[in-house]
């Protein structure tokens, strides 16, 4: 009798937490800590970097685009690969580019070999998100644990987020350069702890070749129309070519959902309203949160004077708040309903965004800092809400699939930001004229996206 009880304990045991759970947590933690560190530590660095290559603001926008616009356009078929080759060998591999590429990027002896260099991080870094979560989901079978464990994955991204501003700033005191070297040491930790896992099995997941082309080049034909025509005007050949090949990439990569044989987003979902809510509710946040980052990045470096730590430093009280903000919207959800998190968060950014275009030119930074908190704020209580509703409202069957789509459109709402605001901000005679009008856009289109959400359906 005892025996076998003590038996029975030692396979619940063995279902809860499987071998190498946790050097596995700690590897997807690291991973998920510096992609998201990333995102974030090169917009105080910008100035640096174009005084170190001499770039416009182009090339500038390029080196944040380059990332996110790789991170956005592989998201949707990364999830396939990571099944295809196994959830550990798919994050070693995603992780390892993701290392090498950050290098590359420390070494890069051109503004054209940086932003190249940033495209293969975006690669990599497209591939860590979704076998980091397959990796967690083999190593804690039980769904409490589990939920346990991608907590703390999440944890990863909120402290990366923190730290990115700050980061970049501090580093940036030594060299710019510094902010990509740094990733190094994190990602080798992350390599040798995910040595301690075991292999993951194989699975048989077809590739949508056709769609996942198409949404390469719609992706980045409308990144790179935007952004040269911050440059040339839209009205230039090369911007009007790149304006239609969007198009035209964009009609192949549905044409390949709804006739093809494996795609990668089934059009049912895409015809699901609360998908494409959610995928305009995170499009918008993204805009709006991003946008602002970069806007604010340039602004008081470049004519407040700031330096790049001060840069930092005056992003944190927003991004400190922003972590802690992130577990309250499952409370407010659960009090009043999935929609008031996604409706408020929107409206508390829309609100902040207004307000940053308010202080005139000789305002206290003080000011800005504070007036930039709801902003945060708002983006933190909205997404895990809007992300939550989500999950609960498609089949678990494509309940991947999609968060896959909301993760991409919240990572292309990230880099058309930085496309267009780029442009609106240019010219350095108008910039404060372009911050506003920036400002004043993202958070015009974060209230459409709030008006729109009162759509969603309330939960059966």
């Known amino acids: 009798m005892f025996t076998s009880s003590a038996s029975a304990r ?21 991973g998920f800590f510096v992609i998201t560190l990333d995102a974030l530590v090169v917009n105080v660095a910008l ?51 993701f290392v090498a590429a950050s290098a590359a990027c420390g070494l890069a002896s051109s503004l054209g070999v940086l932003i190249v260099a940033r495209l293969v991080q975006g690669a990599g870094a497209s591939v860590i998100v979704p076998a980091s979560l397959a990796l967690i989901r083999e190593t804690f079978p039980d769904p409490a644990r589990r939920a346990r464990a991608i907590s703390i994955w999440a944890l990863g991204g909120s402290v990366g987020a923190a730290a990115g501003p700050v980061a970049g700033g501090l580093l940036s005191l030594i060299s710019w350069r510094m902010i990509f070297f ?23 997941a077809p590739f949508d070749w056709i ?19 911050g ?51 995170g499009f918008a946040l993204n ?23 001060a840069t930092g430093l005056a992003f944190l009280p927003m991004t400190v708040l922003t972590a802690f903000v992130s577990p309250t919207s499952a409370w407010f959800a659960a009090r009043f309903g999935p929609r008031m998190p996604v409706v408020a968060g929107q409206c508390l950014m829309a609100v902040g965004l207004l307000i940053l275009c308010v202080p005139p030119a000789a305002s206290p930074t003080w000011l800005l800092v504070l007036l930039m908190i709801p902003v945060g704020t708002g983006g933190s209580l909205a997404v895990p809400a809007v992300t939550s509703l989500l999950l609960d409202r498609v089949p ?9 789509v909301l993760n991409t459109s919240r990572q292309i709402g990230g880099a058309l930001a930085v496309a267009v605001f780029g442009a609106l901000v240019a010219d350095q005679a108008h910039f404060f ?19 729109t959400s009162l759509l969603l359906r309330p939960a059966p």
């Open 10 to 30: 030692r396979s619940a045991g063995s279902t809860a937490v499987r071998r190498g759970s946790g050097p596995a947590l700690a590897a997807a933690l690291l």
């Open 47 to 97: 100035p640096a970097i174009g005084r170190g290559f001499g770039g416009g603001m182009t090339g500038l926008q390029w080196v944040v685009d380059g990332y996110t616009l790789m991170f956005a356009a592989l998201l949707l078929s990364s999830g396939a690969v990571s099944d295809r080759i196994g959830a550990r060998q798919a994050f070693g591999a995603g992780l390892a580019v």
């Open 182 to 204: 740094v990733n190094l040491p994190v990602g080798l930790v992350a390599l040798f702890l995910l040595t301690r896992t075991p292999r993951s099995p194989r699975r048989d």
């Open 211 to 229: 769609g996942q082309g198409a949404a390469v080049l719609a992706m980045g034909s409308l990144t790179y129309g935007a952004i040269e025509a």
């Open 231 to 281: 440059a040339d005007g839209f009205g230039t050949a090369r911007v009007l070519i790149a304006l239609a090949v969007a198009v035209v990439a964009a009609v192949v990569f549905l044409v390949a959902q709804a006739r093809g044989r494996h795609p990668m987003v089934p059009l049912p979902l895409l015809r699901s309203r609360t998908m494409v809510i959610a995928a305009a509710v």
């Open 287 to 309: 805009v709006g949160f991003y946008g602002m980052v970069f806007l604010l990045s340039l602004y008081l470096q470049q004519a407040r004077g700031l330096s790049a730590l």
């Open 396 to 404: 678990a069957a494509r309940a991947g699939t999609a968060s896959g």
């Open 433 to 451: 004229t372009g911050l506003h009008t920036s400002l004043l856009t993202a958070a015009l289109l974060v209230l459409a996206a709030a008006a």
